[in-house]
């Protein structure tokens, strides 16, 4: 596969090089909001697109790319390259080899994330709910994967402590339901107070527990009469480059024809209707369930909560 590597930054009038370098595929690593003439400028060019989560700042849009790239006939992933994580593949062994089905859980994600750490992109700092857009969706997507089923239900609080960096609601809360009965409680935090992080997910199955107890690792499980948990062995694992590479193996052996695409961006949809139906839900003090915001089946209320959120986010 061909990849071309450019030594200088482009502006958006270099985007027609995109139909005239010899490439299979885009990297689209920008910021969610604005992407609309790179993604117009990738699907004329016919040319695969990987983008980094989330594909959009909205669902209302990221449905508009999605029906774009299909009717361009292109391929499109979104990096969710959680799922390749060795502590995800062996979550989904267990509930399938030891434990059994989950049925209820608890996520927990606690940080004081520095937004001004100078290796960190800025423009979290000032859009809008920057924890369930930027993080979140990358724990409703985990949901959704392991636990193989879509959110019927979410009931959602969104807040900002006073230490906060972050020009909006940094701190998110969630109650949520899926379809094949798993209720989750989940709290995100990326302004707490502490600078050492936090995090646990704990998966209650038929058969005993599961409990993650490191974003990257330190699996362990339990059955029920068992008095202490049972960790469980994970390969070497370099953070941030393991799963990286999985993902874009996945991505080069769909394009090669050899294996279906991942994370493809109809499917990454449903994540972000999560995200749009926690705020929703936080605004309106009301349980929302994600299907509602279907912008194929129920455009009304997609346009209807949509513009309301951007009235909101606006002031």
Known sequence: MNCQMFSTGFSSGDLDLIGRVDADFVLLATPPGGREKQ???????????????PL???V??????????????VPLTVGLNFRFLPVTQETLRLFDETIGAPEFGRFTYERWRDGWKPNFNKYPLTMDQPML?????????LMRFVYRSEPVLVFGSTFNPSWSMYRDDANVSALIRFANGIE?????????????PGFQWRSE???????????????NYALHADPELTPVSLPPYEQWINDAKALLAAFVAAMRGTAPLPCTGRDHLNSLRMVQACILSAQQGQAINPADLDTHTKREIGQTHHSALQQRTSQ
């Open 60 to 73: 209302e849009l990221a449905a508009h790319y999605v029906a774009m790239a299909e009717d361009a006939g």
């Open 39 to 53: 993604m117009e400028a990738a699907c004329s060019a016919g040319l695969a697109i990987l983008a980094e989560k």
């Open 133 to 141: 857009w930027e993080q979140s969706i990358h724990h409703f997507d």
């Open 205 to 219: 199955c038929a058969r005993g527990v599961v409990v993650q107890n490191d974003q990257f690792g330190e699996l």
């Open 56 to 58: 959009a700042d909205s």
């Open 184 to 196: 989750v409680n989940y709290q995100g935090l990326w302004q707490s107070n502490w600078q050492k």
